[in-house]
C-alpha cells in the first residue's frame, strides 16, 4: 500500500477523519487480505493529523468489515464478507464462497430422533408432544477450514423419516424433502435478526467474544400447508451478509 500519494485538505469543510477513511478505502483495492496498515503514529506524521483522527477512521472501517484488530499486533485488512442471497441462502452462500476461491462445504454432524419441546412443538404444530418425535439434525457450513455457519433443523416425524446423512451430503435439506411430493416445501417463513454468540459459539466459529452472528429461522410448509421443518441458521455476522433483489414494475 502506498500512502504517499495522498494529502489530506484542512481547508475544506470535509472532516478530516472522512477524508483519511476514504484514503485508506482507495488503497484497500490494491491490497491483499491480511496485509498490515501502518502504525498510527506512522499515519499521524504522514498526514499531519492527530491520532484521535487516525483512530476514528479505523475504527470505522473496523466496525465496515474493511480492517480487523489485533491486540498488541495491529491492524489488517480484513477479507470480503460471503454475500448471501436471502431468498436462497445456501446456493447463493456456496456461488460467493468459490468465487473467492474458497471450498464451500456443508456437514452432517450429528443426527437422532428427540421429543420436541414446547418450541419446536409449536413451530410444527405439534399437539401431542409426549409421543411425538422429530428428527433434529446439526450442520455446519464451511469455508475451507473455517465454520461460518451453525445450522440445527428440526424435521416432522414420521413424515420426513426417509432424510438420510447420505441423501444430505449430496444436496440441500429443501431439495431432499422436494423428492417426496407429500414433503415437498411450498412455502418458508424466514425471519432475519442479529443477536450475540453464545460462549460455545463464539469457540466453534472461532470469533471474538462479545461477536454478533446473524440468525435465520425458517419454518418450511407443505402444499396443505402443513409445516414439516423448522430450522435455525446461525451466520458469523462478521463474515457474512445477505443481498435481496427487488423488482419493481
Known amino acids: 500500500m502506498n500512502y504517499q500519494n495522498y494529502q489530506v485538505n484542512k481547508n ?21 487480505p491480511d496485509d498490515a496498515l501502518p502504525p498510527e503514529e ?10 484521535s483522527t ?27 464478507k460471503i454475500k448471501s442471497d436471502l431468498i436462497d441462502l445456501y ?33 410444527l404444530q405439534i399437539e401431542n408432544t409426549e409421543t411425538a418425535r422429530v428428527l433434529s439434525i446439526l450442520r ?23 432424510v438420510t446423512e447420505e441423501k444430505l451430503n449430496t444436496c440441500p435439506l429443501y431439495q431432499v424433502l422436494g423428492q417426496n411430493d407429500s414433503t415437498k416445501i411450498k412455502r418458508i417463513e424466514r425471519t432475519i435478526e442479529t ?32 409445516p414439516i421443518w423448522y430450522e435455525i441458521l446461525k451466520y458469523r455476522g462478521d463474515k457474512v451478509k445477505y443481498t435481496i433483489e427487488i423488482n419493481l414494475d
Open 91 to 123: 446456493s447463493g452462500y456456496n456461488i460467493e464462497i468459490q468465487g473467492l476461491n474458497m471450498t464451500p462445504a456443508l456437514k452432517v454432524i450429528n443426527m437422532e430422533f428427540i421429543s420436541p419441546d414446547r418450541n419446536i412443538a409449536q413451530k
Open 12 to 32: 475544506t469543510p470535509v472532516p478530516l477523519y472522512y477524508q483519511f477513511k476514504n484514503i485508506i478505502l482507495k488503497e484497500l483495492n490494491s491490497s491483499q
Open 195 to 226: 443477536c450475540y454468540a453464545n460462549p460455545s459459539e463464539v469457540k466453534l466459529m472461532n470469533m471474538d467474544k462479545g461477536g454478533l452472528v446473524n440468525l435465520c429461522a425458517n419454518i418450511g410448509f407443505t402444499a396443505k400447508n402443513e
Open 140 to 162: 455446519y457450513q464451511y469455508a475451507d477450514t473455517q465454520i461460518m455457519a451453525h445450522i440445527q433443523s428440526y424435521l416432522k416425524s414420521p413424515l420426513c423419516d426417509f
Open 42 to 51: 506512522v499515519f499521524c506524521n504522514m498526514f499531519g493529523i492527530s491520532r
Open 54 to 80: 487516525v483512530r476514528q477512521a479505523i475504527l470505522e472501517l473496523v466496525n465496515e468489515g474493511y480492517l480487523y484488530r489485533i491486540k498488541s499486533k495491529g491492524t489488517f485488512v480484513a477479507r470480503p
